[in-house]
Nanobody, 127 residues
Framework: QVQLVESGGGLVQAGGSLRLSCAASGRTFSSRAMAWFRQAPGKERELVVA????????HYADSVKGRFTISRDNAKNTVYLQMNSLKPEDTAVYYC????????????????????WGKGTLVTGSS
């Protein structure tokens, strides 16, 4: 089992920055693909960014490309999401997810490929 706990959400003015953290339990964290998803009010959950088990490859949604950066510290069992130039439309609950496979050389784009989810952290971008 993998347990995930997100932190770092909050209220930020447009143009501001936040860094989300996702702390994972389990010895197989360092090999699993990880991702951040988000769900805005009244909208479906969407992928923000996904990263491979090694951290060598990643995929960003067009809406956040150039503003958000994912990273992982396998020694600390933690994944980060650095969010810069935040916009009101970034307002959502952000979820951390860990991939189904214990070892993955790639990332995954579909939420069905992730078996473990955190409870989410709310990010509110004010105009």
């Amino acid at each position: 089992q993998v347990q995930l706990v997100e932190s770092g959400g909050g209220l930020v003015q447009a143009g501001g920055s936040l860094r989300l953290s996702c702390a994972a339990s389990g010895r197989t964290f360092s090999s699993r693909a990880m991702a951040w998803f988000r769900q805005a009010p009244g909208k479906e959950r969407e992928l923000v960014v996904a990263i491979s088990g090694s951290g060598g490859s990643s995929h960003y949604a067009d809406s956040v490309k150039g503003r958000f950066t994912i990273s992982r510290d396998n020694a600390k069992n933690t994944v980060y999401l650095q969010m810069n130039s935040l916009k009101p439309e970034d307002t959502a609950v952000y979820y951390c997810a860990a991939g189904r496979l214990r070892y993955s050389s790639t990332y995954y784009l579909m939420d069905g490929d992730y078996d473990y989810w955190g409870k989410g952290t709310l990010v509110t971008g004010s105009s």
